[in-house]
């Protein structure tokens, strides 16, 4: 009886290709080379996203540092000064807060800093002068704010996020 012989031109047989598993160099390598394609693509604008949440955070721990002057105005019945950390130093007359106002100053997390112009001032009954101020990180301005009216509450002015101090 004759014997058969395999037809196919294929060296390795059936079963030992199934056997075999596994994937080749260049299969993964290819795989790698896709990840890294796909990082690159997405690293920056997670770390733009990252930086917008820092920078709203701060907002908020302002915004929240001066509710809390506020509030304190409104319960002792003394006005209070909030004052730019730099332009003035540590020394402000009494004749130019007036007799009875307290000079306050917000620290904010490093190495975050603001700058306001003209201070901003809180009656006794917790109402505010109009005031702007800039949220800066470094030396760059990120956030310029806006009082709304009399309430202290600050809001983002439109346009200005991003611009390089000068």
């Given at each position: 009886m004759?014997?058969?012989?395999?037809?196919?031109?294929?060296?390795?047989?059936?079963?030992?290709?199934?056997?075999?598993?596994?994937?080749?160099?260049?299969e993964?390598?290819?795989?790698?080379?896709?990840?890294?394609?796909?990082?690159?693509?997405?690293?920056?604008?997670?770390?733009?996203?990252?930086?917008q949440?820092?920078?709203?955070?701060?907002?908020?721990?302002?915004?929240?540092?001066?509710?809390?002057?506020?509030?304190?105005?409104?319960?002792?019945?003394?006005?209070?000064?909030?004052?730019?950390?730099?332009?003035?130093?540590?020394?402000?007359?009494?004749?130019?807060?007036?007799?009875?106002?307290?000079v306050?100053?917000?620290?904010?997390?490093?190495?975050?800093?603001?700058?306001?112009?003209?201070?901003?001032?809180?009656?006794?009954?917790?109402?505010?002068?109009?005031?702007?101020?800039?949220?800066v990180?470094?030396?760059?301005?990120?956030?310029t704010?806006?009082?709304?009216?009399?309430?202290?509450?600050?809001?983002?002015?439109?346009?200005?996020?991003?611009?390089s101090?000068?």
């Open positions: 004759p014997t058969s012989t395999p037809t196919s031109a294929d060296p390795i047989p059936r079963k030992a290709r199934a056997a075999r598993g596994g994937y080749s160099l260049i993964i390598l290819v795989v790698l080379a896709i990840m890294g394609l796909a990082t690159a693509v997405i690293m920056p604008s997670t770390s733009r996203m990252m930086d949440a820092t920078a709203h955070a701060v907002f908020f721990e302002f915004q929240r540092g001066v509710s809390d002057l506020r509030r304190e105005a409104n319960r002792t019945g003394l006005p209070i000064r909030l004052v730019d950390p730099e332009a003035t130093g540590t020394t402000v007359t009494a004749a130019q807060v007036g007799e009875e106002s307290d306050r100053k917000i620290e904010l997390r490093s190495p975050w800093r603001y700058t306001l112009a003209p201070p901003l001032d809180i009656a006794e009954g917790g109402r505010c002068s109009a005031t702007t101020a800039n949220l990180k470094g030396d760059e301005v990120v956030m704010l806006h009082t709304a009216t009399g309430d202290c509450r600050f809001l983002r002015q439109a346009g200005v996020q991003g611009r101090r000068s």
